[in-house]
């Protein structure tokens, strides 16, 4: 075997001789010649690195073996001769794409891909080597790179002329919330040293105090960010500075060593422009501290694109600007580029994230967004050019949307002489509408780009007995800003809630209290400040009891006053989302999560939230959703901590003494105690662990023993199953039905249809009295530990007979076209028991009736806003439906109420699935009509390219059709 045929790679290559070389008829004879050709070039350079010399040697066998001078060579892979002679010597690294053009002239095809395979690793080994040399870019690479540069650069220079405008204007607002503070607190101690009696003014000033330190450690935080972010964009203006300089240098390097390439137009940038101050500050605090928080998010997201895109361009291989290969365009022809598979959603709630070569909206493309004007009145008004400020005012106007007007009006209230300034805007607005505004500048982006005027809106609409149907709302029809709700219409719905519980005439003793009246103060006193607390304390110590009073005497206190929230097995997103409906009315739509966090980071209220479940990084990102709002939260030893940096502060609520237990005692039997009484109570005290629920049932138990002996105290600390069976028939008939629904206790409206009895609703209270069942938001549970003491007593027999039963009554009740969404909305947590429950059977009555069920309430917790109900509920439709071989048409119903629902969500490829998979269901029955639904809704699917969720869905449900 000849050593001609192996190379210094160590690879035995027959295939140089064996099969046919690259087409070189262009080439004189002894170019074309099947032998070595002489090297006519120096050796591999000394001391480059062991593996950049590998890939040399590589590249240099392949060029040897091909017959094809170093000339010719780099003028058929349109390379420099002088870079591929520094190349092959090992002294320069070429970008891998020349590397694939040297391979693909070098090497026949049918070993091509192997050969590449190896380029690419010696590539990247010599590219990692610690000696490596720079890569090579070509001018056009170069110039492409530069372009990019530039306009990085431009871009990273606004930012840091917008960075210095908000610290300026957010030190000045700071400055005056300071003296706005030490006035506050100057009057405050007058009244009180003066020993006024408590009045409505010291009230009012302590309320105004406590808002201020809100605004004031909340502009801090503004400031924190703004200067970081200020401090990000200038670091970023340096170095792309310092780039583009490179870039210029390497360019002028080209050009000069490459004689066949043509002068390209000089690229020049002019590195000047200093921030322009601005002063003043804004009247009206809390509209100026949202609107900033759409601008810190707007420019945080543009560092953070700006820094990928940044990245993406320094990296040395431009998707869109490729260099001529043997396979690849030519210079006259253009150049493909890579468009984003999805076009941002217009959105008028949203902060503008747009992508980096187009604007958000025209204003923006102008020049004519909020901060521009900002800093342009500034300017103008000092320079005393008023005429020219009207006259700009005048374009913005004609340019901005609703929500960039209302921005721009409540900034330019912070500079000097705002009055004056405001009366111009206002002037300018007036004369709006009498007059044709400017005609906005032809966009240069295709119109294909442009996002439909009804981007951002959804109008859904479901019915009882067909399938849903989802369209583009149209901006006239789109739900406005929600507003909140009066004072009045909160209070009702608090009523509402609390009449909810328990029929009238059926008044409860409460149970005292006891030993928790530090607990109570220091949490107000946390609240108070602002701060955020955390009780834990396990199941049955009282800690919900401990909430209501703290919530009562919080009433008053935030400018939102008290919101009390459930917490029991629901998520951050859920949470938020109820908050937001406790404040703002939300009735008719479904608000997406844009608007959502918007409403939510504007209410300022403490929010009481028992039985939470979740803690570490989703409690900070729930925290950090609401900044103007103080928490209380309550949750058990078991649930996740908060993390370091939310500063939630720890409450344990411990167990009750000794002393309490016999008070509490003595409170349900309405007498003293006897000696065998009161030892009886010590010992159930103990094994109980001093927790006031198992106390409350204790002495229930106490109580109802009617001069029988006292129970052992290990019954008396596990009251439940003794407890039961002194109860009436009908308080056990609900502890049955309960303990089917796992745990859930169905509202008393449905107890007179589920018992039989007209009274059966008097049974709620007998079961309160006793401590067998606690409060949960609106609605009842049993208690902890009452499940499994109920289930060994025999209480869980005949539960799927009383499931069907429910289920049944459900799906009848929710089908009448009289009850509303926000009925069976409250029902939802029973409502979906019933159907886990139902779907863990396979009995074909229990399926069918899942099925009935699902569909009855799924339209109306669509409609009511419960999209987290309707999704389960839907899902546990299509399991049932499965469940039945003759239930193809209920599976097509609720494949396509799910596509429905992701799509509103803006889960795009759930969606699709969806709807792809109803159509097919439909299509296979014949169903014309479904199959067309889909069709549409996979065709709006295709239109809204965004995958983002809409700002706002509007909700419509339909009467059933009549038999």
Same mark, same amino acid.
């Given at each position: 075997?000849?050593?001609?045929?192996?190379?210094?790679?160590?690879?035995?290559?027959?295939?140089?001789?064996?099969?046919?070389? +690259?087409?070189?008829?262009?080439?004189?004879?002894?170019?074309?010649?099947?032998?070595?050709?002489?090297?006519?070039?120096?050796?591999?350079?000394?001391?480059?690195?062991?593996?950049?010399?590998?890939?040399?040697?590589?590249?240099?066998?392949?060029?040897?073996?091909?017959?094809?001078?170093?000339?010719?060579?780099?003028?058929?892979?349109?390379?420099? +001769?002088?870079?591929?002679?520094?190349?092959?010597?090992?002294?320069?690294?070429?970008?891998?794409?020349?590397?694939?053009?040297?391979?693909?002239?070098?090497?026949?095809?049918?070993?091509?891909?192997?050969?590449?395979?190896?380029?690419?690793?010696?590539?990247?080994?010599?590219?990692?080597?610690?000696?490596?040399?720079?890569?090579?870019?070509?001018?056009?690479?170069?110039?492409?790179?530069?372009?990019?540069?530039?306009?990085?650069?431009?871009?990273?220079?606004?930012?840091?002329?917008?960075?210095?405008?908000?610290?300026?204007?957010?030190?000045?607002?700071?400055?005056?919330?300071?003296?706005?503070?030490?006035?506050?607190?100057?009057?405050?101690?007058?009244?009180?040293?003066?020993?006024?009696?408590?009045?409505?003014?010291?009230?009012?000033?302590?309320?105004?105090?406590?808002?201020?330190?809100?605004?004031?450690?909340?502009?801090?935080?503004?400031?924190?960010?703004?200067?970081?972010?200020?401090?990000?964009?200038?670091?970023?203006?340096?170095?792309?500075?310092?780039?583009?300089?490179?870039?210029?240098?390497?360019?002028?390097?080209?050009?000069?060593?490459?004689?066949?390439?043509?002068?390209?137009?000089?690229?020049?940038?002019?590195?000047?422009?200093?921030?322009?101050?601005?002063?003043?500050?804004?009247?009206?605090?809390?509209?100026?501290?949202?609107?900033?928080?759409?601008?810190?998010?707007?420019?945080?997201?543009?560092?953070?694109?700006?820094?990928?895109?940044?990245?993406?361009?320094?990296?040395?291989?431009?998707?869109?600007?490729?260099?001529?290969?043997?396979?690849?365009?030519?210079?006259?022809?253009?150049?493909?580029?890579?468009?984003?598979?999805?076009?941002?959603?217009?959105?008028?709630?949203?902060?503008?994230?747009?992508?980096?070569?187009?604007?958000?909206?025209?204003?923006?493309?102008?020049?004519?967004?909020?901060?521009?004007?900002?800093?342009?009145?500034?300017?103008?008004?000092?320079?005393?050019?008023?005429?020219?400020?009207?006259?700009?005012?005048?374009?913005?106007?004609?340019?901005?949307?609703?929500?960039?007007?209302?921005?721009?009006?409540?900034?330019?209230?912070?500079?000097?002489?705002?009055?004056?300034?405001?009366?111009?805007?206002?002037?300018?607005?007036?004369?709006?509408?009498?007059?044709?505004?400017?005609?906005?500048? +032809?966009?240069?982006? +295709?119109?294909?780009?442009?996002?439909?005027?009804?981007?951002?809106?959804?109008?859904?609409?479901?019915?009882?007995?067909?399938?849903?149907?989802?369209?583009?709302?149209?901006?006239?029809?789109?739900?406005?800003?929600?507003?909140?709700?009066?004072?009045?219409?909160?209070?009702?719905?608090?009523?509402?809630?609390?009449?909810?519980?328990?029929?009238?005439?059926?008044?409860?003793?409460?149970?005292?209290?006891?030993?928790?009246?530090?607990?109570?103060?220091?949490?107000?006193?946390?609240?108070?400040?602002?701060?955020?607390?955390?009780?834990?304390?396990?199941?049955?110590?009282?800690?919900?009891?401990?909430?209501?009073?703290?919530?009562?005497?919080?009433?008053?206190?935030?400018?939102?006053?008290?919101?009390?929230?459930?917490?029991?097995?629901?998520?951050?997103?859920?949470?938020?989302?109820?908050?937001?409906?406790?404040?703002?009315?939300?009735?008719?739509?479904?608000?997406?999560?844009?608007?959502?966090?918007?409403?939510?980071?504007?209410?300022?209220?403490?929010?009481?939230?028992?039985?939470?479940?979740?803690?570490?990084?989703?409690?900070?990102?729930?925290?950090?959703?609401?900044?103007?709002?103080?928490?209380?939260?309550?949750?058990?030893?078991?649930?996740?901590?908060?993390?370091?940096?939310?500063?939630?502060?720890?409450?344990?609520?411990?167990?009750?003494?000794?002393?309490?237990?016999?008070?509490?005692?003595?409170?349900?039997?309405?007498?003293?105690?006897?000696?065998?009484?009161?030892?009886?109570?010590?010992?159930?005290?103990?094994?109980?662990?001093?927790?006031?629920?198992?106390?409350?049932?204790?002495?229930?138990?106490?109580?109802?023993?009617?001069?029988?002996?006292?129970?052992?105290?290990?019954?008396?600390?596990?009251?439940?199953?003794?407890?039961?069976?002194?109860?009436?028939?009908?308080?056990?008939?609900?502890?049955?039905?309960?303990?089917?629904?796992?745990?859930?206790?169905?509202?008393?409206?449905?107890?007179?249809?589920?018992?039989?009895?007209?009274?059966?609703?008097?049974?709620?209270?007998?079961?309160?009295?006793?401590?067998?069942?606690?409060?949960?938001?609106?609605?009842?549970?049993?208690?902890?530990?009452?499940?499994?003491?109920?289930?060994?007593?025999?209480?869980?027999?005949?539960?799927?007979?009383?499931?069907?039963?429910?289920?049944?009554?459900?799906?009848?009740?929710?089908?009448?076209?009289?009850?509303?969404?926000?009925?069976?909305?409250?029902?939802?947590?029973?409502?979906?028991?019933?159907?886990?429950?139902?779907?863990?059977?396979?009995?074909?009555?229990?399926?069918?009736?899942?099925?009935?069920?699902?569909?009855?309430?799924?339209?109306?917790?669509?409609?009511?806003?419960?999209?987290?109900?309707?999704?389960?509920?839907?899902?546990?439709?299509?399991?049932?439906?499965?469940?039945?071989?003759?239930?193809?048409?209920?599976?097509?119903?609720?494949?396509?109420?799910?596509?429905?629902?992701?799509?509103?969500?803006?889960?795009?490829?759930?969606?699709?699935?969806?709807?792809?998979?109803?159509?097919?269901?439909?299509?296979?029955?014949?169903?014309?009509?479904?199959?067309?639904?889909?069709?549409?809704?996979?065709?709006?699917?295709?239109?809204?390219?965004?995958?983002?969720?809409?700002?706002?869905?509007?909700?419509?449900?339909?009467?059933?059709?009549?038999?």
């Amino acid at each position: 075997m000849s050593d001609n045929f192996r190379t210094t790679d160590g690879l035995f290559r027959p295939w140089i001789s064996a099969v046919e070389l +690259p087409d070189n008829s262009g080439l004189s004879a002894p170019e074309r010649g099947g032998g070595r050709v002489p090297r006519p070039r120096s050796e591999i350079s000394e001391g480059v690195s062991g593996e950049m010399r590998a890939f040399a040697e590589f590249l240099r066998d392949l060029v040897d073996e091909c017959g094809v001078t170093q000339q010719n060579l780099a003028l058929k892979i349109g390379f420099p +001769p002088q870079r591929l002679s520094e190349t092959l010597r090992g002294e320069l690294l070429p970008l891998l794409d020349v590397v694939e053009r040297i391979v693909n002239a070098t090497v026949p095809v049918p070993r091509r891909p192997m050969m590449l395979k190896r380029a690419e690793r010696l590539h990247g080994n010599a590219a990692a080597a610690p000696r490596a040399p720079a890569l090579v870019r070509s001018e056009r690479q170069v110039e492409s790179l530069l372009a990019q540069k530039e306009s990085l650069f431009n871009d990273l220079d606004a930012l840091r002329k917008d960075g210095a405008l908000l610290v300026m204007f957010l030190l000045r607002m700071i400055a005056r919330l300071d003296r706005q503070m030490r006035d506050l607190t100057s009057e405050r101690d007058a009244l009180q040293r003066d020993h006024a009696p408590y009045t409505t003014k010291l009230d009012e000033l302590g309320r105004e105090l406590w808002r201020t330190k809100q605004q004031r450690e909340r502009a801090s935080q503004k400031l924190e960010t703004a200067q970081e972010q200020r401090a990000d964009a200038e670091q970023r203006y340096i170095a792309a500075q310092l780039e583009i300089e490179e870039l210029q240098e390497e360019l002028a390097k080209l050009r000069a060593g490459h004689e066949a390439s043509a002068p390209g137009p000089a690229h020049e940038t002019e590195f000047s422009g200093n921030p322009e101050s601005v002063a003043g500050l804004s009247d009206d605090i809390d509209d100026a501290l949202s609107k900033i928080d759409v601008v810190l998010h707007t420019q945080a997201e543009t560092i953070q694109r700006l820094s990928e895109h940044g990245d993406d361009a320094s990296s040395g291989y431009p998707a869109d600007n490729r260099t001529t290969s043997e396979d690849g365009p030519g210079d006259d022809e253009p150049v493909d580029s890579e468009e984003p598979a999805d076009t941002p959603a217009y959105d008028t709630d949203a902060p503008a994230a747009s992508p980096a070569h187009q604007p958000t909206t025209a204003a923006e493309a102008a020049g004519f967004g909020p901060l521009h004007v900002l800093r342009l009145a500034d300017s103008l008004w000092h320079r005393g050019e008023h005429e020219e400020l009207v006259a700009q005012l005048e374009r913005a106007v004609s340019l901005q949307t609703p929500e960039e007007i209302e921005t721009t009006s409540v900034l330019l209230r912070g500079l000097r002489d705002g009055p004056d300034i405001r009366s111009l805007l206002s002037s300018v607005l007036s004369r709006r509408g009498k007059r044709p505004p400017s005609p906005p500048p +032809p966009s240069p982006w +295709p119109s294909a780009a442009q996002p439909s005027p009804s981007a951002g809106f959804l109008s859904l609409t479901v019915a009882p007995d067909a399938c849903g149907t989802v369209r583009a709302c149209p901006l006239e029809d789109a739900p406005d800003t929600p507003r909140r709700h009066s004072p009045t219409a909160r209070s009702q719905h608090d009523r509402q809630h609390a009449d909810a519980l328990l029929p009238p005439g059926y008044p409860l003793a409460t149970p005292p209290v006891l030993e928790r009246q530090y607990e109570r103060e220091y949490l107000v006193r946390i609240l108070a400040r602002g701060r955020s607390v955390r009780l834990t304390g396990a199941r049955g110590s009282g800690r919900t009891t401990l909430l209501g009073l703290v919530a009562e005497d919080c009433v008053g206190v935030a400018p939102d006053d008290v919101v009390r929230l459930d917490g029991h097995g629901k998520g951050p997103a859920e949470l938020l989302y109820e908050l937001c409906g406790a404040v703002f009315d939300l009735r008719g739509h479904r608000i997406g999560q844009t608007r959502l966090h918007r409403l939510v980071q504007q209410i300022g209220a403490i929010v009481v939230i028992d039985d939470l479940g979740f803690g570490g990084d989703e409690l900070d990102e729930f925290l950090r959703a609401a900044p103007e709002c103080a928490f209380l939260f309550s949750a058990t030893p078991g649930t996740p901590v908060p993390s370091d940096d939310s500063y939630v502060e720890e409450v344990h609520l411990g167990p009750l003494s000794r002393q309490a237990c016999g008070d509490l005692l003595r409170w349900s039997v309405g007498r003293e105690l006897t000696e065998n009484e009161n030892f009886w109570a010590g010992d159930v005290w103990f094994i109980a662990d001093g927790l006031a629920l198992s106390l409350v049932q204790a002495g229930s138990l106490l109580r109802h023993r009617e001069n029988q002996s006292l129970p052992p105290a290990a019954q008396g600390a596990a009251a439940a199953s003794a407890l039961a069976s002194r109860l009436s028939e009908e308080a056990r008939e609900v502890l049955r039905l309960a303990v089917a629904l796992g745990g859930e206790v169905p509202h008393r409206w449905h107890l007179p249809a589920l018992l039989g009895r007209s009274d059966a609703d008097a049974s709620v209270a007998e079961l309160v009295q006793c401590g067998l069942v606690t409060v949960v938001g609106a609605r009842y549970r049993l208690a902890d530990r009452v499940a499994p003491q109920l289930d060994a007593d025999g209480y869980a027999e005949g539960a799927i007979d009383r499931l069907c039963s429910i289920g049944g009554h459900y799906a009848w009740y929710a089908g009448n076209a009289g009850v509303t969404p926000r009925q069976i909305t409250l029902e939802a947590p029973a409502i979906l028991s019933t159907l886990a429950g139902l779907t863990t059977s396979d009995a074909h009555s229990c399926t069918s009736t899942a099925v009935r069920l699902a569909r009855s309430v799924s339209v109306k917790f669509a409609a009511g806003g419960a999209w987290e109900a309707w999704r389960r509920a839907l899902r546990y439709g299509r399991h049932a439906a499965q469940q039945q071989h003759d239930a193809v048409a209920d599976r097509a119903y609720f494949h396509h109420e799910l596509g429905l629902l992701f799509l509103c969500r803006g889960e795009r490829e759930p969606a699709r699935a969806a709807l792809e998979a109803a159509v097919t269901l439909h299509a296979s029955l014949s169903d014309s009509e479904g199959a067309e639904r889909g069709r549409r809704a996979l065709a709006l699917l295709a239109a809204r390219q965004a995958a983002a969720e809409p700002v706002a869905t509007t909700l419509r449900l339909l009467a059933p059709s009549p038999a």
